[in-house]
């Protein structure tokens, strides 16, 4: 089942903050988060793996809601190199396949 | 480098012909994977293998086959190719953890054209 995200597209202006949120209808056991610039290979931002966890990597972090089945990636004081395609990527249980939601299109402007 | 590489970068063929795609990875991961990512850029799991286990996503049709000579090597097999499966098609490898608790390291990516 894939995971949906929300919003699909968003705009920002440098400074600007941004939410990008993934839910499933299945229970988690990790949520991951990738960011794929044009023409480019997806890359590996962070992985959550307890539920209520909260990570951060530079100015992104990222918190994981076990009961609700939601994780939610936070990016603030946008800066021109967040542009991009952000996936987040669930896995069921135990199983070892990464199943991505559909990706939400940031783009950041001057 | 360290990383996951793929080969070729862009492969243009008929309908009908069989092709394979490489892919390599130095990270000493155990798991490999590949990823169709179609024109609307949804990422779509095709397999999953470690030298114990090969896991298919039954929506694969069985004209796409991985092989892995070794560990660090996994490749795609396409038979009689169709216009929809042209596709982008990522290689990426991970070390094995329960629940996917390791984050994927893609490949670049093999753009694949069907005319």
């Known amino acids: 089942q894939q995971p949906v995200q929300s919003p699909q597209a968003v705009i920002l202006r440098e400074g600007e903050d941004a939410v990008i949120n993934c839910s499933s209808s299945?229970?988690?056991?990790?949520v991951h988060w990738y960011r794929q610039k044009h023409g480019e290979a997806p890359v590996f931002l962070m992985i959550l793996l307890k539920g209520g966890e909260q990570k951060g990597h530079e100015k992104i972090s990222a918190s994981f809601n076990e009961k609700k089945q939601q994780s939610s990636l936070y990016l603030t004081a946008s800066q021109l190199s967040y542009s991009g395609t952000y996936f987040c990527?669930?896995?069921?249980?135990?199983?070892?396949?990464?199943?991505f939601g559909g990706g939400t299109r940031l783009m950041v402007k001057p | 480098d360290t990383a996951v590489s793929q080969t070729p970068k862009y492969l243009v063929t008929q309908m009908g012909n069989d092709k394979s795609i490489k892919c390599e990875q130095n990270?000493?991961?155990?798991?490999m994977y590949w990823y169709k990512q179609d024109s609307k850029k949804f990422l779509k799991i095709m397999f999953s293998?470690?030298?114990?286990?090969?896991?298919i996503n039954e929506t694969v049709p069985n004209r796409f086959s991985p092989k892995s000579p070794d560990k660090a090597h996994l490749n795609l097999h396409i038979n009689s190719l169709e216009l929809g499966d042209s596709a982008v098609y990522f290689c990426?490898?991970?070390?094995?953890?329960?629940?996917?608790?390791?984050?994927?390291?893609f490949g670049s990516g093999t753009r694949l054209t069907v005319v």
């Open positions: 990426a490898s991970s070390h094995l953890g329960q629940g996917n608790s390791y984050g994927y390291t």
């Open positions: 990527g669930t896995a069921k249980g135990g199983g070892n396949m990464l199943t």
């Open positions: 299945k229970a988690l056991y990790s």
């Open positions: 990270l000493g991961h155990d798991t």
């Open positions: 293998y470690n030298n114990k286990e090969l896991i």
